[in-house]
């Protein structure tokens, strides 16, 4: 590894000698190091990663993607804090190595992240950093990125995909038996969860520069003064919904407690966080949001919390197949935990879009 390394180094002209390596465990698709190295003026340190190809079939349009949105933040906000992706010879921000490996180099930032947070303060400031990305972003484009995972939060292809697999003769049997109460649910809702994306799909929604995956450990923050430095991972930046990416925000963040509890009774929304998770990400980006999104924005947390659901339970009636699962049950664990939460907040719709209301004025 030690070669690769400073071969990748070589590629992307970086200054100086290759000193130390540490790999970076806190990643669950990518292979990531922390890479120091040695000039005449002290020390630089980076990353560099080594793209999951298996996950992502076409790395070259991930960064093509990500290419653009740097570039547009870089030059209408040039005094904001973005990821830096390192450049070959030839102009390219990626290289192969030896062995056809898919590798990328960027910036290194010294911080720190939470993967979940009770402080209200952080999770205002997690909002905040999602709201201001959503903000900088709301005049490109989004149609002209690549959709590098087609129908990703396509909710109702997602659920039409699991009541078709539940007439699929090689999935009946016990695991589709247990669930029957679940589908009931999901039935029952499937329409008004299906709504934004038909919606969507049908060109009545803004396209918009996604995230896809606004969860509080992809804000860096500082070490000193806990306040937001930058969001990271760009790989799943797509076009979409912003509904979408504020709802999985509240869905990952203000749930109260862990996705796969199985006491149920534990699993809500939490008011607070959702509070301050609002406030901070409205107050940067509501006055680039239609009236028509805002007004949306609760049902998103909703629509994709069933969505996820039917994920999992689509997933555990096919027999592990897509989620890594850590026991039998794992993957109906996950499913029911999400189901209970979106019942939660559709009970709760009403105050949700009361208090993004009050955020907006």
């Known amino acids: 590894m030690d070669k690769t390394l400073r071969n990748i180094g070589t590629t992307f002209c970086l200054p100086g000698e290759m000193d130390n390596f540490e790999i970076i465990t806190n990643g669950n698709v990518n292979t990531t190091y922390k890479v120091s190295y040695k000039e005449d003026e002290g020390a630089t340190d980076y990353i560099f990663q080594k793209i999951n190809t298996v996950a992502f079939h076409h790395p070259e349009e991930i960064m093509e993607n990500i290419d653009r949105v740097t570039r547009h933040i870089n030059e209408y906000f040039p005094d904001d804090d973005t990821l830096l992706f390192y450049r070959d010879s030839d102009g390219r921000n990626y290289c192969y190595d ?94 008004l969860a299906s709504g934004l994306s038909v919606k969507y799909n049908a060109h009545e929604l803004p396209v918009r520069v996604t995230h896809n995956d606004t969860k509080c450990n992809n804000v860096l923050f500082s070490k000193e003064t806990l306040q937001p430095l930058v969001v990271i991972d760009y790989d799943t930046i797509m076009p979409g919904m912003a509904i979408y990416d504020f709802g999985d925000a509240v869905r990952s963040i203000a749930n109260h407690s862990s996705e796969g509890e199985t006491d149920l009774s534990q699993v809500y929304l939490d008011k607070e966080k959702f509070t301050a998770f609002s406030k901070g990400y409205f107050s940067q980006v509501k006055d680039s949001l239609t009236k028509e999104e805002i007004e949306s924005m609760a049902l998103g947390a909703f629509s994709i919390t069933i969505e996820l659901a039917s994920r999992f339970l689509d997933d555990y009636i096919k027999g592990d197949v897509y989620f890594n699962v850590a026991y039998p049950k794992h993957n109906l664990d996950r499913g029911r935990c999400q189901l209970a939460l979106a019942k939660d907040m559709y009970d709760n719709l009403d105050d949700m879009k009361a208090i993004i209301e009050e955020m907006c004025k």
């Not at 990328?104 to 911080?111: E, K, L, P, Q, T």
């Not at 999770?123 to 002209?144: I, K, N, P, R, T």
């Not at 990125?145 to 078709?164: A, G, M, Q, V, W």
Request: with cysteine; proline share 1%; hydrophobic share 35%.
């Open 98 to 191: 030896e062995d056809g490996n898919f590798w990328r180099v960027m910036n290194y930032v010294d911080s720190i992240t939470f993967n979940s947070c009770d402080d209200l303060n952080v999770v205002e400031s997690v909002g905040q950093a999602f709201g201001h990305f959503a903000m900088q972003l709301s005049d490109f484009d989004g149609s002209v990125l690549y959709e590098t995972i087609p129908d990703f939060h396509n909710t109702e292809k997602r659920l039409s995909t699991l009541f078709e697999d539940t007439e699929n003769e090689e999935y009946k049997g016990e695991r589709l038996d247990e669930i029957a109460e679940d589908l009931a649910y999901i039935a029952k809702v499937r329409e």
